[in-house]
T-cell receptor, first 117, second 112 residues
Framework: GAGVSQTPSNKVTEKGKYVELRCDPISGHTALYWYRQSLGQGPEFLIYFQGTGAADDSGLPNDRFFAVRPEGSVSTLKIQRTERGDSAVYLC???????????????FGAGSRLTVL | DAKTTQPTSMDCAEGRAANLPCNHSTISGNEYVYWYRQIHSQGPQYIIHGLKNNETNEMASLIITEDRKSSTLILPHATLRDTAVYYCIVVGYGGSQGNLIFGKGTKLSVKP
């Protein structure tokens, strides 16, 4: 597609529930990233995929958060036993390459706003 | 990666140049300076990046001081659509791919 697509755009859930957020990157982009943005803050890195594998998951806050990219294209961010503190905008980005200076030229989606009641 | 310091907010008159400063005094030799912006309710948008030479593209110019300890992003003719939060990010070549530290950025308000 023309840009990075994220679904759903908005998700409201109850504390303790499981949620999945989907990201469809730009076709041909090998690198994919998840970020989280809380109100009034800049985006914070969660995880980076190069192809199908997670090359850097150092930003995942705890083991309730997990992400997959089984075929090297679409990715799903999974959050178990959601807590109110998980409420944020979850941003996905992709780039043409995961190496060199171009690796940090990211194209972001519009984000999925998660609200945990 | 080096830490950056930016003013919290700035105003600019429509049609005038917007000059957004960034301090990165601890930058190391292999670290690039990247600029992104985020318009309200949208994801961040890449603007420009540079290592030590000044850079220009269709969106902006990036001026990096000779000692590389600071830089300025220049929007030559600001429009109302340039109202956004602008983030200056320093990241090393070959490491921490895509792990960008955004900070709080500078909120630029372009006024008519």
């Amino acid at each position: 597609g023309a840009g990075v697509s994220q679904t759903p755009s908005n998700k409201v859930t109850e504390k303790g529930k499981y949620v999945e957020l989907r990201c469809d990157p730009i076709s041909g982009h090998t690198a994919l990233y998840w970020y989280r943005q809380s109100l009034g803050q800049g985006p914070e890195f969660l995880i980076y995929f190069q192809g199908t594998g997670a090359a850097d998951d150092s930003g995942l806050p705890n083991d309730r958060f997990f992400a997959v990219r089984p075929e090297g294209s679409v990715s799903t961010l999974k959050i178990q036993r959601t807590e109110r503190g998980d409420s944020a905008v979850y941003l996905c980005a992709s780039s043409k390459t995961g190496t060199g200076a171009g690796a940090n030229v990211l194209t972001f989606g519009a984000g999925s706003r998660l609200t945990v009641l | 990666d080096a830490k950056t310091t930016q003013p919290t907010s700035m105003d600019c008159a429509e049609g005038r140049a917007a000059n957004l400063p960034c301090n990165h005094s601890t930058i190391s030799g292999n670290e690039y300076v990247y600029w992104y912006r985020q318009i309200h309710s949208q994801g961040p948008q890449y603007i420009i990046h540079g290592l030590k030479n000044n850079e220009t593209n269709e969106m902006a110019s990036l001026i990096i001081t000779e000692d590389r300890k600071s830089s300025t992003l220049i929007l030559p003719h600001a429009t109302l659509r340039d109202t956004a939060v602008y983030y200056c990010i320093v990241v090393g070549y070959g490491g921490s791919q895509g792990n960008l530290i955004f900070g709080k950025g500078t909120k630029l308000s372009v006024k008519p």
